[in-house]
C-alpha cells in the first residue's frame, strides 16, 4: 500500500502559493534580514506569579515604573495609549518626549512579560497638515527595544465612526484630505515567537480562529458617552486579542486601563488581568463596571444551577 505524505514547499524564485510544512530559511537568511532582532529559541522559559494583592486589580498610578509587578509575570498585553492631543488626561509633550514617555512603559511591559509573551497596541495616525503616523514611530521603538514583530491588523471602524466632513477641497484636486476609517493593532512578542503550552487550555473555536488570523478586522467603535470615557476601544477588540493569542488562566495587563474594557475582555474569557491607570476617576469607573460584570457572571451561574 503506498504511504500518501505531502511534499512540503519551500521559498522559490517564484514566491510559493502553499504552506505545507514550508521551508522558509532561504527567505529569512536573507540579507534583507540582516540586523534585526532574531528569535532566541534556546530561551529558558521563566514564569513567576502576580501578587494576589495586584491580580485582578487595577493600580491607580503611572505604569512608567511597574515594581508591584515582579519580572516574567504577564502573558499578554494589550493597550491603547494615550494620544498627547489635548484630551483631558493627555500631557502636552513634543512627539520626541512622547516616543521616550511610551518607550519606559513598552520597556517596562517587556520586562514583565513571560518569555514568547505578546503586546498588542491599538493606534490611531494623527493629523493631516502634516500627518502624523504614529504607527510607524512605534514600530520603530518597539524594535529597538528588542521585541519581535509579528504583524499589524487594520482595524475597519466602518461606518460606526461619526459622520465627518473633513475631506479639504470639495470634488476638487486643489487639496482633497483623506479621511480615516481606520485604526491598526500592532502585534509583537518578547524573544521568541511560540509560547510555553504545557498544561495550557484554548479557548478559541475553529470559526474565531479562521477570522482573528486575518489582517482585517471590521467591527464598531465604542461610543464614548456610553462608557463614560472620551476615547474607549470596544472589548471586541482585546476580546479577540485574548482568544487568539492567550490560554485561558493567562494574566493580561493594560498598562493605560482607562475605562476598563480590557479588563472586562479578560474577565469574560476566563483570564486574569492587572491594570495601570493613572487618572483616579478612571480607575473608579473601571471598577465599577468590573463590578458589575462579576456580579451579573455570579448571578447568571446562580440562576443556571437552580
Same mark, same amino acid.
Given at each position: 500500500? *503506498?504511504?500518501?505524505?505531502?511534499?512540503?514547499?519551500?521559498?522559490?524564485?517564484?514566491?510559493?502559493?502553499?504552506?505545507?510544512?514550508? =521551508?522558509?530559511?532561504?527567505?529569512?537568511? #536573507?540579507?534583507?534580514?540582516?540586523?534585526?532582532?532574531?528569535?532566541? *529559541?534556546?530561551?529558558?522559559?521563566?514564569?513567576?506569579?502576580?501578587?494576589?494583592?495586584?491580580?485582578?486589580?487595577?493600580?491607580?498610578?503611572?505604569?512608567?515604573?511597574?515594581?508591584?509587578?515582579?519580572?516574567?509575570?504577564?502573558?499578554?498585553?494589550?493597550?491603547?495609549?494615550?494620544?498627547?492631543?489635548?484630551?483631558?488626561? =493627555?500631557?502636552?509633550?513634543?512627539?520626541?518626549?512622547?516616543?521616550?514617555?511610551?518607550?519606559?512603559?513598552?520597556?517596562?511591559?517587556?520586562?514583565?512579560?513571560?518569555?514568547?509573551?505578546?503586546?498588542?497596541?491599538?493606534?490611531?495616525?494623527?493629523?493631516?497638515?502634516?500627518?502624523?503616523?504614529?504607527?510607524?514611530?512605534?514600530?520603530?521603538?518597539?524594535?529597538?527595544?528588542?521585541?519581535?514583530?509579528?504583524?499589524?491588523?487594520?482595524?475597519?471602524?466602518?461606518?460606526?465612526?461619526?459622520?465627518?466632513?473633513?475631506?479639504?477641497?470639495?470634488?476638487?484636486?486643489?487639496?482633497?484630505?483623506?479621511?480615516?476609517?481606520?485604526?491598526?493593532?500592532?502585534?509583537?512578542?518578547?524573544?521568541?515567537?511560540? *509560547?510555553? =503550552?504545557?498544561?495550557?487550555?484554548?479557548?478559541?473555536?475553529?470559526?474565531?480562529?479562521?477570522?482573528?488570523?486575518? #489582517?482585517?478586522?471590521?467591527?464598531?467603535?465604542?461610543?464614548?458617552?456610553?462608557?463614560?470615557?472620551?476615547?474607549?476601544?470596544?472589548?471586541?477588540?482585546?476580546?479577540?486579542?485574548?482568544?487568539?493569542?492567550?490560554?485561558?488562566?493567562?494574566?493580561?495587563?493594560?498598562?493605560?486601563?482607562?475605562?476598563?474594557?480590557?479588563?472586562?475582555?479578560?474577565?469574560?474569557?476566563?483570564?486574569?488581568?492587572?491594570?495601570?491607570?493613572?487618572?483616579?476617576?478612571?480607575?473608579?469607573?473601571?471598577?465599577?463596571?468590573?463590578?458589575?460584570?462579576?456580579?451579573?457572571?455570579?448571578? =447568571?451561574?446562580?440562576?443556571?444551577?437552580?
Amino acid at each position: 500500500m *503506498r504511504e500518501n505524505k505531502r511534499k512540503g514547499t519551500k521559498t522559490s524564485s517564484f514566491g510559493s502559493p502553499g504552506r505545507i510544512n514550508h =521551508d522558509s530559511s532561504q527567505f529569512y537568511n #536573507s540579507r534583507l534580514y540582516e540586523g534585526l532582532s532574531k528569535e532566541n *529559541r534556546n530561551i529558558k522559559y521563566l514564569e513567576n506569579e502576580v501578587p494576589k494583592t495586584y491580580l485582578n486589580k487595577i493600580i491607580c498610578k503611572s505604569s512608567e515604573k511597574m515594581i508591584e509587578l515582579p519580572d516574567c509575570c504577564v502573558h499578554l498585553m494589550i493597550t491603547s495609549p494615550p494620544y498627547n492631543v489635548g484630551k483631558e488626561y =493627555d500631557n502636552d509633550l513634543t512627539l520626541e518626549e512622547y516616543r521616550n514617555f511610551l518607550k519606559i512603559v513598552w520597556n517596562e511591559v517587556k520586562r514583565v512579560l513571560v518569555p514568547g509573551g505578546r503586546a498588542c497596541i491599538n493606534v490611531a495616525n494623527l493629523g493631516r497638515k502634516p500627518y502624523l503616523p504614529l504607527h510607524i514611530y512605534i514600530i520603530e521603538d518597539m524594535l529597538e527595544l528588542g521585541y519581535l514583530m509579528r504583524g499589524e491588523i487594520i482595524w475597519n471602524k466602518g461606518t460606526s465612526i461619526s459622520p465627518s466632513t473633513a475631506w479639504g477641497s470639495w470634488i476638487s484636486a486643489k487639496n482633497p484630505t483623506l479621511r480615516d476609517m481606520h485604526e491598526y493593532i500592532l502585534v509583537f512578542s518578547k524573544d521568541t515567537y511560540s *509560547r510555553f =503550552d504545557k498544561n495550557k487550555k484554548n479557548t478559541i473555536s475553529k470559526e474565531e480562529f479562521l477570522e482573528y488570523t486575518k #489582517s482585517l478586522w471590521t467591527f464598531s467603535a465604542e461610543q464614548a458617552k456610553k462608557v463614560g470615557h472620551p476615547a474607549p476601544f470596544p472589548i471586541e477588540l482585546p476580546y479577540r486579542l485574548i482568544q487568539l493569542y492567550s490560554f485561558e488562566g493567562d494574566v493580561v495587563l493594560d498598562p493605560f486601563m482607562g475605562s476598563g474594557q480590557t479588563a472586562l475582555a479578560a474577565i469574560k474569557s476566563n483570564r486574569k488581568f492587572v491594570g495601570y491607570e493613572i487618572n483616579e476617576d478612571y480607575c473608579k469607573l473601571a471598577e465599577r463596571r468590573i463590578y458589575e460584570l462579576e456580579t451579573k457572571i455570579k448571578s =447568571d451561574m446562580q440562576l443556571k444551577f437552580t
